[in-house]
C-alpha cells in the first residue's frame, strides 16, 4: 500500500525556537495533506488542511502564524512550529488520502509515524 | 462534522472474535464510514472502510447498519498484536474530506 513518511520521528528543541516536522507521500501523489497533534492519553485533533500550491486550511483555535504550513510539492508538506513553547509538546501526525480507486475525500488514509515534539 | 460516538475500552480473550460497536447516528449520505487502529507512539494504520454493504478484507469485516446510523468492526480471532486504539470515522465529500476522530476504543486483548 501506499505509504506516508514523516521526519523527524522524535525532536527535542529549546523553548523559543523553530522546529519543523515533514510528512512524504513516498509512492503517491498527494494535493492534500492533514495535520493532526495528539496529547497522551487523547485522540487526533486536526489541525490543518495542507493544499499543494495554495494556502493551507486551519481548524478553529489554531494559530496559523505559530503552525506553519507549506506544501511546495505533490509529496511533501511541512509544518513549522515557530517560537516553540512546551505547551506545544506533543505528537505531530499527518496524513494524506489515497488517489488508487476511491475518490480522495471519501476513501482510505494513510498515516505517517508520527513526530514527537518536546520543548524544553 | 459528523461525529462518531465508541465504548472507552473493550476486553478480549485471545483467539476469540471481537465486535466494536460505532454510533454515527447523523451520518450523511456521502459520508464513508472508516476505522483504523493505532498503537502507542504510532501512526494510525487503516482498517477498513465501506458505505453500505458489509465489507470484508484481511484484517477485518465491517457491518454496516440498513439504517447506516452504526457499524461494527470485527476481529475474527483477536490476538494479542490487535491490542490497540481503534477509532470508527467518517469521510465525506461534503467537508473536504476532513475527518474529526472521537476518543476510540482502547481494546485490551487478554491471553
Known amino acids: 500500500g501506499a505509504v506516508v513518511s514523516q521526519h523527524p520521528s522524535w525532536v527535542i528543541c529549546k523553548s523559543g525556537t523553530s522546529v519543523k516536522i515533514e510528512c512524504r507521500s513516498l509512492d503517491f501523489q498527494a494535493t492534500t495533506m492533514f495535520w493532526y497533534r495528539q496529547f497522551p492519553k487523547q485522540s487526533l485533533m486536526l489541525m490543518a488542511t495542507s493544499n499543494e500550491g495554495s494556502k493551507a486550511t486551519y481548524e478553529q483555535g489554531v494559530e496559523k502564524d505559530k503552525f506553519l504550513i507549506n506544501h511546495a510539492s505533490l509529496t511533501l508538506s511541512t509544518l513549522t512550529v515557530t517560537s516553540a513553547h512546551p505547551e506545544d509538546s506533543s505528537f505531530y501526525i499527518c496524513?494524506?488520502?489515497?488517489?488508487?480507486?476511491?475518490?480522495?475525500?471519501?476513501?482510505?488514509?494513510?498515516f505517517g509515524e508520527g513526530s514527537r515534539l518536546t520543548v524544553l | 462534522d459528523a461525529k462518531t460516538t465508541q465504548p472507552n475500552s473493550m476486553e478480549s480473550n485471545e483467539e476469540e472474535p471481537v465486535h466494536l460497536p460505532c454510533n454515527h447516528s447523523?451520518?450523511?449520505?456521502?459520508?464513508?464510514i472508516h476505522w483504523y487502529r493505532q498503537l502507542p507512539s504510532q501512526g494510525p494504520e487503516y482498517v477498513i472502510h465501506?458505505?453500505?454493504s458489509n465489507v470484508n478484507n484481511r484484517m477485518a469485516s465491517l457491518a454496516i447498519a440498513e439504517d447506516r446510523k452504526s457499524s461494527t468492526l470485527i476481529l475474527h480471532r483477536a490476538t494479542l498484536r490487535d491490542a490497540a486504539v481503534y477509532y470508527c470515522i467518517l469521510r465525506g465529500g461534503t467537508n473536504a474530506g476532513k475527518s474529526t476522530f472521537g476518543d476510540g476504543t482502547t481494546l485490551t486483548v487478554k491471553p
Open positions: 496524513s494524506a488520502p489515497g488517489t488508487s480507486g476511491d475518490q480522495p475525500n471519501t476513501g482510505e488514509l494513510f
Open positions: 465501506g458505505l453500505t
Open positions: 447523523t451520518i450523511s449520505g456521502t459520508d464513508y
